[in-house]
């Protein structure tokens, strides 16, 4: 069966500061993997996606990726946080099973940018 | 339309009373989900149509819940019997492919009182 564990109930960050969200996941056979992220009261918005090729993947608002098979995660990254950032940051993988649409969202992590 | 749309955006609802959420997707979207989520946690699967048919409903909390989608565009979401512990926000999702990602509605914030 297909899982996704945010091992981070919370991350908190300095602005201009790196931050790191870990993401770690079972599926069967090769993974889709994506990144949502959802602010108060808004609905969740795509971030980016692994689908196949180069393992890291760039996607909004400075965002990057980092596909590791061996080590199955996929941790998403940003090289210098803003206060702005701050939110419910949500990893999701879809696997082959039941031809291939089944996502399974992570628990989510929720992102404090200190100014 | 432009974005995935549901209806309605708030439903409050009394214990053991009928209800039904809807979800219309982006045009051509022939995949359709369907997740439940309560506040502060992930988004918790419950059923994906691949056009008409139902290809996952292994999220279905209970027969209380099901799911239509009948010409393969528009989808129902129906709660019977409803019960307080069936609060929660539902959310709609659509994609266009397997390799693509699903785009999300703003959701329905059912409450049973």
């Known amino acids: 069966a297909q899982s996704v564990a945010q091992p981070e109930d919370q991350v908190n960050v300095a602005e201009g500061n790196p931050l790191t969200v870990k993401c770690t996941y079972s599926?069967?056979?090769?993974?889709?993997l994506f990144w949502y992220v959802q602010y108060p009261n808004r609905g969740l918005q795509f971030l980016l996606k692994?689908?196949?090729?180069?393992?890291l993947v760039k996607g909004s608002y400075g965002f990057e990726a980092e596909f590791n098979k061996s080590q199955t995660s996929f941790h998403l990254k940003k090289p210098s946080a803003l206060v702005s950032d701050s939110a419910l940051y949500f990893c999701a993988v879809r696997g082959v099973e039941s031809g291939g649409f089944k996502t399974i969202f992570g628990a989510g992590t929720r992102l404090f940018v200190k100014a | 339309g432009a974005g995935v749309s549901q209806t309605p955006s708030n439903k409050v609802t009394e214990k053991g009373k009928y209800v039904e959420l809807r979800c219309d997707p982006i045009?051509?979207?022939?995949?359709l989900y369907w997740y439940r989520q309560s506040l502060g946690q992930g988004p918790e699967f419950l059923i994906y149509f691949q056009g008409t048919g139902a290809a996952d409903d292994s999220g279905l909390p209970n027969d209380r819940f099901f799911a239509v989608r009948p010409e393969g565009s528009v989808s129902t979401l129906k709660i019977q019997r409803t019960e307080r512990g069936d609060s929660a926000v539902y959310l709609c999702a659509s994609s266009l492919g397997v390799n693509t990602e699903a785009f999300f509605g703003q959701g329905t914030r059912l409450t049973v009182v």
């Open positions: 045009s051509g979207h022939t995949a």
């Open positions: 692994y689908i196949t090729g180069d393992n």
């Open positions: 599926v069967s056979g090769n993974p889709y």
